[in-house]
Each structure stands twice: as C-alpha cells, then as structure tokens.
C-alpha cells in the first residue's frame, strides 16, 4: 500500500533556546537500608562532565559552577581517564601545597598538578554494587576517607568503563541530611548524627 506522509511543519528557532541534558531521577528521600543503585549516579543516563589534564584549574572549578556539579572526569586525548577532579581538591590544601612546591600563581595551577590520578582511583564493581544497600556505600566512602566513588563494569576484553558515580553529597541529599562539606571525617560525623537523630524521632 502506497502511504503518503506529509512534512511536518518547520519553525524558526527562537533566540536563547537552551537544550535537554539527560536526567536521571533518583528517589528524593532514601533510607540506609535502601538499594545502594538509588543513589548512584548512572552514567547512562546522566552525561558526565569532563575535563582535559591541561585545563586551567580555575577554568575547571568554573566548569563545575556552570553544570552545577563537584566532580569531573579528567580524560586524555583518546578519551581515556587519567584522573578525577573535585570541589574538595581545588578548594583544599592541594593547590597552596602545589605552589609551595613549584611557585607561581593561582593562574599557573594545572588540573593535572591537582587531581587524583588514575593510578590511585579506586573503583567499586557494579556487580557488588546492585547487592548493596545505601549504609554499606556511606561505609565504603567513610572507610576511604574520600567524598566520592566511582563504579565500574569490567568489559569482555578485560578492559574497564566508569558506569556510575557516588557523591556522599548527593547521598547526604537523599536522606535529608544537612552537610557543611569541610574535612571528611566531619562530614561523615555529621550524617552519622542527624541519622541517629532521626531514628529517635
């Protein structure tokens, strides 16, 4: 049968149009006992931001106010990952250590000269991951003493893709948990309170 199928109707583009950026939805309340996949971050939904090594660390930390985020993926120029950069290590002691040990400026702060470099990453396997509940990921960050967590999924040729990331501020979101983000071991005491606070109630 012979269908005809009209065009549609083309329109102009009206000036200041943004554009849809994926979006997951994660559960706005969680508990400790919930699955551990409610707050991870899905890399296949959600587009990750990412940055070059030879970025300079102030157009880095700009980047993140743009998108609204704390961390970003640092890749090569294949696209690989050599690092991660966050919130923490360019507002930390990381940039002031770099300087007193190279000199320079602010301006001259690399985010390779900052950032964790792959070497010391270390990765959850999505396949622990999915049997998890959200306490055992608070517990894994805390037993790191670091503010983010990346999960991988090992591919048949034996080589390994970033799939989701953990952020105990996103964590502390869903559970309705009030943070100043400062020192680790603060942050952690600070979520481990107000959950034992609102146990009581």
């Known amino acids: 049968m012979n269908r005809e199928y009209p065009a549609l109707t083309s329109h102009l583009l009206k000036m200041g149009a943004g554009f849809v950026r994926p979006a997951q939805t994660l559960p706005e309340r969680v508990k400790l006992d919930d699955p551990a996949l409610n707050v991870m971050t899905d890399l296949k939904e959600v587009c990750v931001v990412t940055v070059r090594g030879k970025t300079p660390m102030d157009k880095a930390h700009e980047k993140m106010r743009r998108y609204g985020v704390r961390t970003l993926l ?15 290590d360019i507002l930390g002691e990381k940039p002031m250590r770099f300087l007193q040990h190279h000199g320079g400026t602010h301006a001259d702060i690399m985010v390779r000269d900052i950032m964790t470099p792959q070497r010391e990453l270390q990765v959850l396997f999505i396949q622990d991951v999915v049997t998890s509940k959200v306490g055992h990921i608070l517990a894994t960050l805390k037993a790191s003493g670091r503010q983010h967590a990346m999960v991988v999924e090992n591919n048949a040729n034996g080589s390994q893709a970033i799939c989701g990331i953990f952020s105990v501020t996103q964590i502390a979101r869903q559970l309705g948990v009030q943070i100043q983000i400062t020192e680790i071991a603060r942050t ?12 009581v109630v």
């Open 74 to 88: 640092v890749l090569d120029e294949a696209d690989k990952v050599t690092g991660l950069l966050t919130t923490t």
């Open 188 to 199: 952690f005491a600070e979520i481990e309170a107000a959950i034992a606070g609102s146990a």
